[in-house]
């Protein structure tokens, strides 16, 4: 097994150009995180956010994707979540996503969460998990480098104040969340689904995004279902991509098999309460 990359050294392979895939982890299963971890993505994300696990199970979790060797990322709760930013870090995660930022001001405050003094205000405490491999001193001396800050774009006003927000000292990557940019910019109530996604609106708000994130050198991330889009978005720039959660996966790979069970017994059908 080849040496595991740093998180300064993974971030620099996204800015130079290479792509990082991987999952948003939502069932609070250690051992679906550690097949998952088994299978190739680069990177699997705890969603604490929308996920029932507290940090007891994100322990165990952390624990589990570390055994695969891919990366180790958690959405916390919001720029708010102290706590919640310490104990992933703490607790072994390579980086953080920070949902709901709005402000420059509630970015600064986030990384300041995620960051160690002098760049931050983060708690230092010993022994951690973050800590076993390379000690106190020799996990802190550098996790101001290593530790991977995300912020989620997702409003409108986010994308208000995007060109102060890019330009923070600290920012790593600004992860697009359409979905809740969309609700956010009224485009559910101006279009039919799917087409608010390819609307000119949410475009405008994407290439504002990009211009501000291609001028502070910070990388650009995109929460996709599937991999129908993902072309698309790495011609735009994007290097972080997630192309689902576990529980979409689950029920893709479900309904697949489904659907190859309809066409062989004839006489057998799905439910009809089945959400796919």
């Given at each position: 097994?080849?040496?595991?990359?740093?998180?300064?050294?993974?971030?620099?392979?996204?800015?130079?150009?290479?792509?990082?895939?991987?999952?948003?982890?939502?069932?609070?299963?250690?051992?679906?995180?550690?097949?998952?971890?088994?299978t190739g993505y680069d990177w699997l994300l705890v969603d604490s956010?929308?996920?029932?696990?507290?940090?007891?199970?994100?322990?165990?979790?952390?624990?589990?994707?570390?055994?695969?060797?891919?990366?180790?990322?958690?959405?916390?709760?919001?720029?708010?979540?102290?706590?919640?930013?310490?104990?992933?870090?703490?607790?072994?995660?390579?980086?953080?996503?920070?949902?709901?930022?709005?402000?420059?001001?509630?970015?600064?405050?986030?990384?300041?969460?995620?960051?160690y003094p002098m760049a931050g205000t983060r708690s230092v405490y010993?022994?951690?998990?973050?800590?076993?491999?390379?000690?106190?001193?020799?996990?802190a001396g550098s996790a101001n480098d290593n530790v991977i800050v995300?912020?989620?774009?997702?409003?409108?006003?986010?994308?208000?104040?995007?060109?102060?927000?890019?330009?923070?000292?600290?920012?790593?990557?600004?992860?697009?969340?359409?979905?809740?940019?969309?609700?956010?910019?009224?485009?559910?109530?101006?279009?039919?689904?799917?087409?608010?996604?390819?609307?000119?609106?949410?475009?405008?708000?994407?290439?504002?995004?990009?211009?501000?994130?291609?001028?502070?050198?910070?990388?650009?991330?995109?929460?996709?279902?599937?991999?129908?889009?993902?072309?698309?978005?790495?011609?735009?720039?994007?290097?972080?991509?997630?192309?689902?959660?576990?529980?979409?996966?689950?029920?893709?790979?479900?309904?697949?098999?489904?659907?190859?069970?309809?066409?062989?017994?004839?006489?057998?059908?799905?439910?009809?309460?089945?959400?796919?």
């Open positions: 097994m080849s040496e595991a990359v740093s998180g300064a050294q993974f971030k620099q392979q996204m800015r130079d150009g290479h792509p990082k895939m991987g999952l948003f982890l939502n069932s609070h299963s250690p051992t679906v995180a550690e097949q998952l971890a088994h956010q929308h996920g029932p696990m507290g940090y007891e199970k994100l322990s165990a979790m952390l624990c589990a994707i570390a055994s695969g060797g891919a990366k180790s990322m958690v959405r916390v709760a919001g720029a708010h979540d102290r706590a919640g930013i310490q104990q992933a870090l703490d607790l072994g995660a390579d980086g953080i996503l920070v949902p709901y930022i709005n402000t420059a001001e509630e970015a600064a405050h986030a990384i300041s969460c995620a960051k010993f022994p951690q998990r973050s800590m076993n491999k390379a000690g106190l001193l020799g996990y995300a912020l989620q774009v997702e409003t409108a006003d986010c994308i208000t104040n995007i060109e102060a927000i890019a330009a923070l000292p600290g920012v790593d990557m600004l992860f697009l969340g359409q979905n809740d940019l969309c609700m956010s910019m009224g485009l559910y109530v101006k279009y039919e689904f799917p087409h608010m996604y390819t609307s000119p609106e949410l475009l405008e708000a994407t290439n504002k995004l990009i211009a501000a994130a291609q001028q502070n050198n910070v990388i650009l991330g995109i929460f996709l279902f599937g991999t129908a889009r993902v072309g698309e978005f790495l011609e735009k720039g994007f290097r972080f991509f997630s192309v689902g959660n576990d529980l979409h996966h689950i029920l893709t790979q479900a309904g697949a098999h489904i659907g190859a069970l309809e066409g062989i017994a004839s006489n057998w059908k799905r439910r009809p309460t089945a959400l796919l």
